[in-house]
């Protein structure tokens, strides 16, 4: 008997991967007979070279998309094409604060309206936003809006699109609340430590249309910041940075501060005359002392600013649909893992997968920002935490850092087992 063939355009799972396998060789198939390209070795790649660069006549990618569909992204307006009414306005400050991670261990940081991570910020997808940056710090500081399209001198980089907020100034940025999703802001001055020093949070640009909320109809929506801290260095690492801003501060006022002095040149062509002329850039071996390290040495492992055993549970109740939005506010890539549960990922980076993807453990790299769904369907406590098990430690004792748990609401009334905290096994 022969065997039933799927219809045009479907494929079981074994004709896929047989189609896969075949792919190349199946291309080539004229007629009952192969195509098979004739020549010298050299003159066949090329041809093949040219042929694969030319898409004329050939298969598209998406053959189910409607042509130019991926050129559709709003475009950017100027601050000064903003609305005179209707403008939300917003005050951001930072200072240095001692921050509590876990009971009876606090370390400097560099704080958003002295919290951490800074607050939380809800803006409407379209609206225009002006943002009052004040620097209470006596260090040089800036706001990159993470994933925002925004007029690139709103885009807080330091000498690129504006010069650092300089001590006791403040710095209005005013930009249109564009694309919508789970986004972030940081300081962009001395990254590697600044940002790591806290000067991160969370920017949620909310829909006019929610297809997550029309097809999953969650109910609750949590933010989880990520972070890594380097304590053991922060103090010192704080003093050195201050030290360092007091003597360009004392020669901006006597009037001696330089370019090779503040390191900071006019063009490529100005930098490359005045290392030929004798002057020693700060990264050659004779300058570079103490540093703002590239390879922090991370002990602390938070989650919304908290380490465990000070983290929030996560609440759910059976049958309820939630959504979880990661931000990676740290340098360290994480892996974050749900006992007893699959779950939904449905957003990368703020924007809505045309696929959602079915898991149980969602890695992110620094900067990076992921929104999941989760089905109560299994009642419990269950476990939530990074996978990487280095992080999930206090000072190198575990249990800590980076741990939290999901949580039944209807487990109160359980007589079963139920969490203890433990602080080293």
């Known amino acids: 008997m022969s065997e039933e063939k ?16 075949l792919g190349f060789a199946g291309a080539m198939v004229a007629g009952n007979g192969l195509d098979v390209p004739k020549g010298p070795a050299e003159a066949v790649t090329r041809a093949a070279e040219a042929k694969a660069t030319d898409t004329r006549g050939g298969v598209r990618a998406w053959p189910d998309r409607p042509e130019g569909w991926w050129r559709h992204q709003t475009p950017v307006l100027s ?10 306005e917003i005050e951001l400050d930072v200072r240095i604060i001692r921050h509590e991670i876990v009971p009876g261990y606090s370390f400097h940081v560099l704080a958003f309206n002295g919290q951490v991570p800074g607050p939380e910020l809800r803006l409407n997808e379209g609206e225009w936003v002006k943002v009052y940056f004040t620097n209470r710090t006596e260090l040089l500081h800036t706001i990159h809006w993470h994933g925002v399209d925004l007029q690139y001198e709103q885009d807080g980089v330091p000498y690129t699109t504006q010069h650092p907020v300089m001590p006791n100034a403040t710095f209005e940025y005013t930009f249109q609340a564009i694309p919508a999703g789970t986004r972030l802001y940081h300081c962009h001055f001395g990254t590697p430590l600044h940002m790591q020093h806290a000067m991160h949070g969370a920017l949620i640009i909310e829909p ?14 949590y933010t989880l910041v990520l972070e890594s801290f380097a304590t053991n260095d922060s103090r010192d690492d704080l003093n050195f940075m201050l030290e360092r801003m007091k003597q360009r501060l004392w020669l901006m006022k006597e009037g001696l501060l330089d370019d090779e002095t503040l390191a900071v040149f006019e063009t490529k062509q100005a930098l490359l005359e005045a290392i030929e002329a004798g002057w020693d850039p700060p990264y050659l071996p004779n300058r570079n002392q103490k540093r703002e390290r590239a390879a922090q040495d991370y002990n602390f492992f938070a989650i919304n600013g908290k380490a465990y055993p000070l983290t929030e549970p996560i609440m759910i109740r059976r049958g309820e649909t939630i959504r979880v939005r990661f931000v990676n506010g740290g340098g360290l ?26 898991i149980n453990t969602i890695s992110l790299g620094p900067g990076k920002t992921a929104d999941i769904v989760i089905e109560g369907y299994n009642p419990g406590y269950w476990t939530f935490h990074d996978h990487d098990t280095s992080r999930v ?13 999901l949580v039944y609401e209807e487990m109160d009334d ?8 433990a602080l080293d096994e």
């Open 393 to 405: 430690t206090n000072n190198g004792m575990y249990p800590g850092g980076m741990l939290t748990m």
């Open 208 to 221: 006019e249309r929610d297809p997550i909320k029309e097809e999953f109809g969650y109910t609750r929506d």
């Open 333 to 358: 890539m994480h892996h974050m893992h749900l006992h007893g549960h699959q779950f939904w990922q449905v957003a990368e980076d703020g924007n809505v997968l045309r696929s959602p993807l079915q």
């Open 414 to 421: 359980y007589d079963g087992y139920h969490p203890k905290i």
């Open 79 to 88: 601050p000064t094409q903003a609305p005179v009414q209707g403008i939300r």
């Open 6 to 21: 799927p219809e045009a355009g479907v494929y079981d799972r074994r004709g896929f991967l047989h189609a896969g396998a």
